[in-house]
């Protein structure tokens, strides 16, 4: 659990703490839409929250091919144009026999 948290976000059977402040000082809208989507899950794989957490928290890069995968719709829905940019990259970069259908998937 993280110290201080103040809101808890949803995806897949994972329940995630996290803070409402530092999500919309990243992007109002990903704040908004996190905020207005509590009582529901997310459409996205626990893996992939938490890559955008990490993202939002820490700048950290590095997201696996399949949370890409994804991420890319979610970050183009909300205002996420560097995150976006990191996806489109790692997918550009991954295909692999266990990623192609994903990938595919993203691309049409």
């Known amino acids: 659990m993280m ?40 459409r996205i794989s626990p893996a992939a929250l938490k890559s955008v957490l990490k993202f939002c928290y820490y700048g950290y890069g590095e997201v696996d091919a399949k949370p890409a995968c994804e991420l890319v719709g979610f970050c183009r829905r909300n205002k996420l144009p560097t995150l976006l940019r990191i996806c489109e990259d790692k997918i550009r970069n991954s295909v692999a026999a266990d990623t192609v259908m994903d990938i595919l998937g993203v691309s049409y």
């Open 3 to 42: 110290p201080y948290s103040d809101f808890s976000v949803t995806a897949g059977s994972e329940n995630v703490r996290c803070h409402k402040a530092l999500l919309l000082a990243y992007s109002d809208v990903l704040g908004n839409s996190l905020i207005k989507e509590s009582d529901t899950a997310l």
